[in-house]
């Protein structure tokens, strides 16, 4: 198992759990993984993060390709990415047999996520889709952000699923996000306090003073984007 170390306090990891998971993450289609005591097997090339400049300073037909949920990357994502437009992670089988990436099934690939466990699995089901030549990060965004933290290819946040939601690599990191409200720059992620929504939604702290109990622009009872 590959550690990884980030700051934080107890209000940030309030508790321990341990779960038994036939996936850790679901893309639906259990029948094309096959995993053996090495990992995923028939995946992407593993990149460290040198090698990644490598490539894309060696080619100039490399395509970025997030391998998370669309609204994780409104904070943060590698520079010209492609995002897909998922909602979780069951979205990108559609996503990848919509045609809409077809143009790429030809050109270097590198698929990136937050540790570097869904493109394990991405990456493969992208080769069985006909994407030739797919890489993907080593230890994901986050080993990249220790190696460069904002020297780098990567723009941004990190969106994180802790208390905290949000992480930066340096104090210099550039604020690429915008308030749902307002449009003003922003990487604060909130929950729509609506029990039976609680979608992800930016929130500048000016916003937030004036309105302290935030819903999402679907269920706002302000106008939002004035």
Known sequence: ??????????????????????????????DEIVVDE??????????????????????????????????????????????????????????????????????PIITYCTGGIRCEVLSLIMKNRGFKEIYQIEGGIVRYGEKYRDRGLWEGSLYVFDARLNLEFSPSASVIGECDYCHCPTNHFYNCELSDCRKRFLLCDSCFELHPEPRCPTHSEVPVNQ
Do not use: C
């Open 1 to 30: 198992m590959e550690f990884k170390w980030s700051d934080g306090g107890k209000e940030d990891f309030p508790d321990l759990q341990i779960k038994v998971r036939d996936e850790i993450v679901t893309f639906g289609v259990p």
């Open 38 to 107: 090495n990992g995923v097997v028939g995946g992407g090339i593993h990149l460290k993060p040198e090698e990644v400049n490598a490539l894309v300073s060696e080619r100039d037909d490399v395509v970025f390709f997030d391998g998370r949920n669309a609204f994780e990357a409104k904070i943060g994502k590698f520079r010209d990415a492609i995002v897909p437009q998922t909602e979780s992670t069951r979205d990108f089988i559609a996503e990848l047999e919509s045609g809409k990436y077809d143009h790429i099934k030809d050109k």
